[in-house]
């Protein structure tokens, strides 16, 4: 056994330095994709193939009890404890991420109205927080794939009972601490010398990884937000008419304050995950795209769950209501200063994704103020003109930059430039003139011509009249 031989350390360098490592971790993961392949099966779930799950969870349920009276849901639960033991033992992340769809495939063994079920999707929460506060890798650089990260922080982040103050801890505390804190021209030399560097608490949030960090917790903001509607814990829906008229008015009172905090919270960390973009870590444009895209998605949330909620309840609950639009506005204002920073830079991959931001922010003011006369406050809307800004807050011109000006001026005062444009103004003075001699010479021909035919006719009129005069 590595891990007894070191004493009881997991350290990633002391695995990576073993002989023995690639064969146990090849031999780790065919043993977990089997099980999955066998537990996965959704042939288990029919009716029909019921004895043949019951004979699976007995067999891995003897694992731990080997107490023969066991009940079918008992047994789920000790398959369920027998597989969560080999989560200290899992040698890299591959393996990890088996072991957790493994865990999920059992938990759907259970009833999902049971508390079994609950607290199976507790228990794979606490897995996967587990598996991001551990070094999978002696390379800080690359603490673990992004494959691997994506998913454990997803499950993670969806099965927690406390989703919502876990990403807030990640977002206020954890990408907080390790991004930048000066805005100055030296902002890229200090993160390439922060490059590696981990958060103290999560080993796998470096500044490589920061962005998948990034991507997932605005991908889950915006599943927390489509949920604000719903309590969490009556599941009344404080947008339907039924719910409300089923509660009485101090029961309403209490469940609206809930789930406006409750969208305070999500905004929270929106606006947090926002201002993270004064980083230079997080200002690729593959980086950039994914704000932009899921920012829209979440105003979306917000318009068709926390708006309805508003517009039935700002006046019983104005602070918090003018606090969650205030807190609000800051982000908007820093999605109008990625909208400009990508104008400026003139990228295809963050332009394209603009006007639907552009319509969903328009859409959100508008909105906002219907709300505010709906309530009879219209007063307290007004429209300020909003200075252009870059994503670090610095105020930009609208004008075009000064150095294409001066390449303009130097162009215009070119000497060769203006030497041949002399040579050119000389030669069209002298075809002009010529043009005009020839027009001048063309003008006479054409006189003379006309008085000749005016002589003739005279002479053809008078031999008439004589012709006439002799008749």
């Excluded at 011509?449 to 005279?458: I, P, S, T, V, Y």
Aim: glycine share 4%; net charge negative; aromatic share 6%.
């Amino acid at each position: 056994n590595i891990v007894e031989e070191n004493d009881g350390l997991q350290d990633p360098t002391v695995f990576a330095r073993h002989p023995d490592t690639p064969v146990m971790n090849e031999c780790f993961d065919k043993l977990l994709e089997i099980f999955l392949a066998v537990l996965s099966w959704p042939g288990l779930s029919e009716r029909s193939n019921k004895p043949i799950l019951n004979d699976v969870t007995k067999e891995l349920a003897t694992r731990v009890n080997t107490n023969a009276k066991l009940t079918h849901d008992e047994h789920v639960v000790e398959a369920f404890n027998y597989i969560k033991k080999f989560r200290e033992a899992v040698p890299n992340s591959n393996s990890m991420v088996l072991l957790v769809k493994l865990l999920c495939a059992v938990r759907d063994f259970a009833v999902p109205s049971c508390a079994a079920h609950k607290t199976f999707s507790q228990e794979i929460s606490n897995v996967c927080c587990q598996a991001l506060k551990r070094g999978w890798t002696s390379d800080e650089r690359k603490p673990i794939a992004p494959l691997h990260l994506t998913y454990l922080l997803d499950v993670y982040l969806t099965l927690s009972p406390t989703a919502v103050d876990d990403a807030t801890e990640l977002v206020s505390v954890e990408l907080a601490n390790l991004a930048p804190k000066k805005d100055s021209n030296d902002d890229a030399d200090d993160a390439a010398s922060d490059e590696g560097k981990g958060a103290s608490s999560f080993p796998t949030l470096t500044s490589a990884s920061m962005p998948v960090f990034c991507r997932v917790l605005l991908s889950k903001s915006v599943d927390h937000m489509s949920a604000c509607s719903v309590h969490p814990e009556t599941g009344i829906n404080v947008n339907s008419k039924r719910d409300v008229e089923a509660l009485q008015a101090d029961e309403m009172f209490e469940i609206v304050a809930t789930q406006i905090d409750y969208a305070y919270k999500c905004v929270a960390n929106f606006e947090g995950l926002l201002q993270l973009m004064r980083s230079p870590l997080l200002q690729g444009n593959a980086t950039l795209a994914n704000f932009i895209r899921l920012s829209r998605s979440f105003l979306d949330a917000f318009l068709r769950h926390s708006m309805p909620i508003l517009d039935g309840h700002f006046l019983a609950h104005k602070d918090k209501a003018v606090k969650l639009i205030k807190l609000l506005q800051k982000g908007t204002r820093q999605l109008q200063h990625l909208c400009t920073h990508s104008k400026v830079e003139k990228n295809v991959l963050l332009t394209s994704r603009v006007p639907a931001l552009k319509r969903c922010l328009e859409t959100l003011v508008f909105r906002m103020k219907a709300m505010l006369k709906m309530n009879q406050v219209e007063q307290a809307f007004w429209i300020g003109n909003l200075k252009s800004k870059d994503l670090t807050g610095r105020e930009i011109s609208s004008q075009p930059p000064p150095e294409e000006n001066e390449e303009e001026d130097q162009d215009q005062y070119d000497p060769e430039m203006l030497a041949n444009g002399d040579e050119e103004e000389g030669q069209s003075e002298e075809e002009q003139g010529s043009e005009a001699e020839g027009s001048e010479d063309g003008d006479r021909n054409s006189r003379d011509n006309e008085e000749e035919e005016d002589g003739d006719q005279q002479e053809e009129d008078g031999s008439e009249e004589l012709a006439e005069s002799d008749e």
